[in-house]
């Protein structure tokens, strides 16, 4: 079946430093990607997204290219803030499927 | 626009008891999903409804646990009788149709002593 494989955590960068989060997958067909945040105390928002491969999806500064290739979806920052920490998700959805298949997460610190 | 809300924030509770959480989805949302999420084994996918129908239990732990969707407003997760290892962080979440994402409620933090 499908699954999404994450980089093993915790992660601990200080301010400012580059964030590479690894996020591979192995799926059927053509699923869509999710990056999915949880800050303390919350539940899951969606972070960024992207479609079909060689998309790029970004929000906050985050980044992440669907690699079809590689079967990969890494989370990139240039340059992380204390305000980032938090729990990072990646997940699939399979089209005409409803559930998503999530990673097990990552949990980011970053230090001042 | 309000999210998915789901109450109570937190319950403590004894071993035994009967627990019972709920959810509100996104109005105009069909599809409605139950999470649980500890340390040891991540996020789990519990039931999942669509159109108030449920689609796969496959997750649910085992018959103690119970969900139900009698409106399209309205969800509740049930555990009876509920045990230590059934603590945990439930969350709810929707989705419309289509390829949209899904929107988590802020979850009910579960603690059975």
């Known amino acids: 079946g499908d699954s999404v494989t994450q980089m093993e955590g915790p992660v601990t960068l200080s301010e400012e430093a580059f964030l590479t989060i690894n996020c591979t997958y192995t799926?059927?067909?053509?699923?869509?990607l999710f990056w999915y945040v949880q800050y303390p105390g919350e539940g899951l928002q969606l972070l960024l997204k992207?479609?079909?491969?060689?998309d790029k999806g970004s929000n906050k500064g985050f980044e992440a290219t669907y690699r079809k290739e590689t079967t990969s979806f890494h989370l990139e920052k240039g340059s992380v803030q204390v305000s980032d920490s938090a729990v990072y998700f990646c997940?699939?959805?399979?089209?005409?499927?409803?559930?998503?298949?999530f990673g097990q997460g990552t949990r980011l610190t970053i230090n001042p | 626009d309000a999210g998915v809300i789901q109450s109570p924030r937190h319950e403590v509770t004894e071993m035994g008891q009967e627990v019972t959480l709920r959810c509100k989805p996104i109005?105009?949302?069909?599809?409605l999903f139950w999470y649980r999420q500890t340390m040891m084994r991540g996020l789990e996918l519990l039931i999942y409804?669509?159109?108030?129908?449920?689609?796969?239990d496959s997750g649910m732990p085992e018959d103690r646990f119970s969900a139900k969707m009698p409106n399209a407003s309205f969800s509740t997760l049930k555990i009876q009788p509920s045990e230590p290892r059934d603590s945990a962080v439930y969350f709810c979440?929707?989705?419309?149709?289509?390829?949209?994402?899904?929107?988590f409620g802020d979850g009910t933090r579960l603690s059975i002593l």
């Open positions: 979440a929707s989705t419309g149709a289509g390829n949209q994402p899904q929107h």
């Open positions: 799926a059927t067909g053509y699923p869509s």
């Open positions: 992207a479609t079909k491969a060689d």
């Open positions: 997940a699939l959805h399979q089209r005409g499927a409803q559930k998503l298949v």
């Open positions: 109005s105009g949302h069909n599809s």
């Open positions: 409804f669509n159109n108030n129908v449920p689609i796969d």
